[in-house]
Structure formats: C-alpha cells, structure tokens
C-alpha cells in the first residue's frame, strides 16, 4: 500500500510486484502495478471555440541522466491493474475509470500504452449534467504520458436528448454537441442555457425573448464566472448584451467586474462596446438600506452622473 502523491494532481495508493536485473549499461525491470485506489483531481479547461485540433508529433523530452547506478538506463515493462476503478473528480466530470496498461521507456522517461474504459460517470456543462454513455481513454503518446479521451455523454432537456462529444487531450479538449431530434448549435445552446429555442423565445413564448447574443452571454457567464472569480479574485463578473427593439443596427455589448471592499461598498469597472466604439467606465454603489443603494459613475467619454436603484432579488 504505498502512497504516491502527484501535487496538485492525483493520489495513489499502490501495490507492486518488479523484478531488476542487469548492469550499469544494460538494467531491465518487470512486473506488475496494481493501483488499490486513485483520485485526480486536476482541473481541466474546455476549449468551447476550437472546432478542429491538429495533432503534431511531439518531440522527445530531454531528461538528465540520474545520478544513480543502474536506474538511469533501466528499461521498464511493467503492466498497470487496477483493484477498484482510478475516480476522475474536477470541475468537469466525475468518472470512475478501469485501467489496463503497461508502463515502458526508461525509468528518467516512464511512458503508459493501453486504453483505460470509462464504466459510469457524468460531465458538466452548460449548468447541465451529461450522463456518460461510453468512454474510453487512450494513451497514444510515444514520448510522455498523455492520456487522449473520447467521451459520449447525453442529457434530456424537455422533448430533445442533447449528446454532448468531449475528445482530444487534457491541454486541447474539442466539444462537440448534437441533439435529438436535430437543431442548430444556437438553438442547442439555447435550450441548455434556458430551456427553450430561440424559435420559441421570438415567439414570446413563457416570457421575453433572448437574442442569440444574449443567450452566448449567459452561457459565458454560467459556464466561467466562478471559475474566473476564483482565479481572479473579483466578486463582481457580468456579462450583458442589449439589442435595441427599435434600430436593429445598435448592438451593445458589455462586461463589468467589480470587487467589494466593505459590506456596503463595491468598486466596479465596466467595458462597453457599441457600434464599434468601446467606451469604459468607474462606477461605486453604496448600499443605504437592505433593497436601496446609491450609485455613482463616470466614463471615458466624461460623462458621470448618480442614480438611486431599489433592487429586489427572487428566484
């Protein structure tokens, strides 16, 4: 049972059975590792603009040689099983996963080979959970470990199955979705950020109607504000875009961020961007009362002014 701890990675907890024999030149180790348990626990980022990858052959590490005898040249053959499934834990998915693999190269320069198979689990996305269908996890790379997934994963939203493709490896995760019966990326995304198409929405109907650029704002905000927050260290992350009813060539889009420094004061800063001009903003609010607050802003045009806003928050 022995502890092997990855940093801000993955745990394991290992037994192993490995036989050694050679010399200084020429030393070769065998056997088996049996993972008892595992746990990563790294984040991932989703690369939800990429609509294509391109794979390129990467070049083989340079690794100095070790200072100890034998090991530095040892060629590794060990086959790598598990005992209960290695659990997948993160912002994105919680997978349990049975591997079967071998370890190889040196020991300066592990390599795993094999696939590994997703047996339950789900993926996050969108404010929605994905229930995984099937899963596999290849390791391809010739020169390090990198594990290369291939996930289908669906969820139900009303009347459509949703089926959300996750591939690539952990730096450069390609998203595909697709649904059932047949949409748009637009209208999927819709129904995923708020339960309707965008047909429905310019028809009014259980409510007003969203834009599509509307619809992209809130899913960037869903899917990244407390993401960003955490990084960040902002309290404050909105996201807004207004089409005008009137002139359909004004198109305004804006992001605020803004940091509380007591109880009842907060800082914001906001970056508009309408008709091609970009327009940036300090505003101030302080809370008087529970729902009253009193705000204060200029912006870079010179402009600045106050208002009092009563603000009331339901779910």
């Known amino acids: 049972q022995l502890p092997v701890e990855i940093p801000d990675t993955m745990s394991l907890s290992l037994n192993s059975s490995l036989s050694f024999k050679g010399d200084r030149e020429n030393a070769f180790a065998e056997g088996q590792i049996t993972v008892l348990d595992g746990l990563y626990y790294k984040d991932v980022k989703l690369n939800l603009l990429k609509s294509f990858t391109t794979v390129k052959r990467s070049a083989p590490p340079r690794t100095a040689r070790t200072a100890i005898p034998y090991f530095g040249h040892t060629v590794l053959d060990v086959s790598v099983k598990r005992r209960l499934p290695i659990v997948v834990e993160n912002n994105l998915a919680y997978l349990e996963i049975s591997p079967d693999l071998r370890m190889q190269g040196t020991v300066n320069n592990p390599v795993l080979s094999g696939r590994a198979r997703v047996d339950t689990g789900d993926i996050y996305y969108g404010g929605k959970t994905f229930v995984v269908k099937r899963g596999i996890v290849d390791f391809l790379n010739p020169y390090k470990i990198e594990p290369t997934l291939d996930i289908h994963s669906e969820v139900a939203v009303r009347d459509w199955l949703i089926t959300l493709l996750i591939s690539g490896t952990l730096e450069d995760l390609k998203v595909e979705l697709s649904s059932n019966p047949p949409e748009s990326r637009a209208d ?52 807004a875009t207004t089409d005008d009813q009137v002139d359909d060539d004004v198109d305004l889009i804006k992001i605020t961020i803004g940091k509380k420094l007591t109880e009842r004061m907060t800082l914001k800063y906001a970056v508009s ?16 009362m529970d729902r009253l607050i009193v705000s204060g802003f200029q912006d870079s045009q010179g402009i600045y002014g106050g208002e009092m806003i009563f603000r009331v928050e339901f779910r």
């Not at 704002?217 to 260290?233: E, P, R, W, Y």
């Not at 961007?273 to 008087?288: A, K, M, N, V």
């Open 188 to 239: 999927i995304l819709s129904l995923l950020v708020a339960g309707k198409t965008s047909a429905e929405m310019r028809g009014g109907k259980g409510g007003a109607s969203l834009s599509a650029n509307q619809m992209m704002a809130q899913l960037v905000a869903s899917t990244f504000g407390d993401d960003i927050k955490a990084a960040t260290g902002i309290d404050v992350l909105e996201v």
């Open 273 to 288: 961007s309408t008709q091609g001009e970009t327009i940036r903003s300090t505003i101030s609010e302080y809370q008087l």
